[in-house]
């Protein structure tokens, strides 16, 4: 089965840290890329962060650069978001997906929600994060 499931999330007092996971079953993560995506109530799914499947290339939306940090681990087959300064807005859950025809990283997490179920094929059931003092 064709799987990615994330993990790390939880409840943290704004200002902390977190690190989620991104963990693959049956198939080979370093063909892929992947994108961490986050829904918060009442909005839409957003692009957080991506990384490349080749040259590790990485994008950041504007609201986590500088807090967040997207990096990749292809012996354990996952992919880690490391969120520091954690903010009240940050509260959402938390998906990973992954697709290997994307073409850019930035392209792939600026898409909308039509165009990431459209194009990105494979996600997690995702993980709540919860900043809140």
């Known amino acids: 089965q064709v799987q990615l499931v994330e993990s790390g999330g939880g409840l943290v007092q704004p200002g902390g840290s977190l690190r989620l996971s991104c963990a693959a079953s049956g198939f080979t993560l370093d063909n892929y890329a992947i994108g961490w995506y986050r829904q918060a109530p009442g909005k839409e799914r957003e692009g957080v962060s991506c990384?490349?499947?080749?040259?590790?290339?990485?994008y950041y939306a504007d609201s986590v650069k500088g807090r967040f940090t997207i990096s990749r681990d292809n012996a354990k087959n996952t992919v880690y978001l490391q969120m520091k300064s954690l903010k009240p807005e940050d509260t959402a859950v938390y998906y990973c997906?992954?697709?290997?025809?994307?073409?850019?990283?930035?392209?792939?997490?600026?898409?909308?929600?039509?165009?990431?179920?459209?194009?990105?094929?494979?996600w997690g059931p995702g993980t709540l994060v919860t900043v809140s003092s």
């Open positions: 990384i490349s499947s080749s040259d590790g290339s990485t």
């Open positions: 997906a992954a697709d290997s025809g994307v073409g850019s990283v930035q392209t792939m997490c600026v898409m909308t929600p039509y165009d990431q179920s459209l194009y990105l094929g494979v």
